[in-house]
């Protein structure tokens, strides 16, 4: 079975320790799961990131809302169910 590599915030070190700060204080002190994905390769984490804000957090998003809870229960899947 295969996995995907995720970082654990409390974990991190160096930049990817600065990077989930940042992720925190945006997102009122958690890290969301789909972000601990993303810290794997931080050159596609911003971009990732920003797909991800514009389909999930906007209130006009191209997906339903029973989309985003499908893909946000795979992603919670992956990362051990963190919020």
Known sequence: MANILTIVPEQAKGVRKLFFRWVQRQYGGVVPGVYQVLAVDLKVAR?????????????????????????????????????
């Open 47 to 83: 971009p990732a990131g920003a797909l991800y804000n514009h389909l999930h957090l906007r209130k006009s998003s191209s997906i339903s809302r029973l989309q985003r809870e499908m893909l946000a229960t795979v992603v919670n899947g992956k990362v051990g169910g963190a919020p």
